[in-house]
Each structure stands twice: as structure tokens, then as C-alpha cells.
């Protein structure tokens, strides 16, 4: 009887399971600059004043709920995306 071909999780998808060459993988803490700071102080700035509009003009539902969750999510991708430029 022949044998099940295995799964192999994300075959076939680009990219999954490669390093950049120029940055390995981590999951440690980095430590941003000063420069970095301040990016993401005045990113904060902008996504906390969207944040209470949303928050004062939209009524409360899914839709507004999403919103804001997706909002959170955006703002730490970003400083993910400033702290470790990839």
C-alpha cells in the first residue's frame, strides 16, 4: 500500500522559513535610537488623536471595534517596522 505523502506546513509559499541575509531573525529585545524614539513618539501622536476621533464620532459596533483593533495593530507594526527596518 503506498504511503501518504507528508504535510509539509506553508510548502510552496515564497519567502517561509528564509532569513534576510543582511538581518537573522530575532526575537529578542531591540534597543532603539534616539532617532527611532522620536518617530515613533510622533507616529503615536497621530494614531492616538485618530484613535479618539474614531472613537467620538463612530457608534459602537463590529465595525468600529475592528477599526480601533486593526489601528493597534498598525501602530505596533510600525514600530516594529521602524526598530528593526525589515
Known sequence: MDQPT?????????GVGQTNSK???TFQYVQPTEEM???????RD????????I????????GKSTALTKLEESAMWLNKGITQND
Request: aromatic content about 14%; charged content about 20%.
Open 37 to 43: 524614539i522620536a518617530q515613533m513618539q510622533n507616529f
Open 55 to 62: 472613537e467620538s464620532s463612530v457608534i459602537y459596533g463590529r
Open 6 to 14: 507528508p504535510v509539509v506546513p506553508f510548502a510552496g509559499l515564497s
Open 46 to 53: 497621530k494614531y492616538e488623536a485618530l484613535y479618539r476621533e
Open 23 to 25: 538581518r537573522p531573525v
